[in-house]
């Protein structure tokens, strides 16, 4: 069992440019996260779904867009990157909301 | 609004002593309450977690206790180690019902040898 894995593990980009961060996992999990670190902001929400097909805002959606076309897949796009999110992005999947998150191995992006 | 407040931000400790991380939470109905250790450049990774029906759980030398009159609930690591070192996040489902966790902005712990 791979877990949670994401890619690509580091990416730089240009204001204005856009990407898509791609989650995979093979546990069969319904939900899945995404989440952004800053330094001493913690683990930050972004946006999440309980199941294919679904998606929901979570703390901070604002310029991301996410799509769970596929039970194992969870995608993050960003349409037009700003500095402002230069950051650590993981992915997460569980179960439910009162099991173990089970965390990616995080995408450093950093736009310029 | 709703958070989880987490305290202290840094704490440093000599090996083999008890360390100490206190969080509060907002919304009396949450109900889950995970801590995630995440080491330097890896990924968190849960470590203990206990629900609103317990009020202490245990794991070898980690153990964490819920006071849910006064909505905190901390984690307590004994005869404290050099690989304890790194940053410790405790989380909460806020509100009934909710899909998602909220977590603290973390506590780095560091085990002076």
């Known amino acids: 069992n791979a877990g949670v894995t994401q890619t690509p593990k580091f990416r730089v980009l240009k204001t204005g440019q856009s990407m898509t961060l791609l989650c995979a996992q093979d546990m069969n999990h319904e939900y899945m996260y995404w989440y952004r670190q800053d330094p001493g902001m913690g683990l930050r929400l972004i946006h999440y779904?309980?199941?294919?097909?679904?998606?929901a805002k979570g703390e901070v959606p604002d310029g991301y867009n996410v799509s769970r076309l596929k039970k194992q897949n969870f995608l993050l796009g960003l349409e037009s990157a700003a500095p402002s999110q230069t950051s650590v992005y993981f992915c997460a999947s569980a179960l439910g909301v009162r099991y173990e998150q089970y965390f990616g191995p995080g995408t450093r992006l950093t736009v310029t | 609004g709703e958070n989880v407040e987490q305290h202290p931000s840094t704490l440093s400790v000599q090996e083999g002593d008890s360390a100490v991380i206190k969080c509060t939470y907002s919304d009396s109905a949450s109900n889950y309450f995970p801590w995630y250790k995440q080491e330097l450049g890896k990924r968190p990774q849960l470590i203990i977690d206990i629900r609103s029906n317990v009020g202490e759980k245990k794991d070898q030398r980690i153990a964490v206790t819920l006071n849910k009159t006064a909505k905190h609930f901390s984690l307590h690591i004994t005869e404290t180690q050099p690989e304890d070192s790194a940053v410790y996040f405790c989380a909460a489902t806020l509100r009934a019902g909710s899909y998602q966790l909220t977590f603290g902005k973390g506590t780095k712990l560091s085990v002076i040898p």
């Open positions: 779904s309980v199941g294919e097909g679904t998606t």
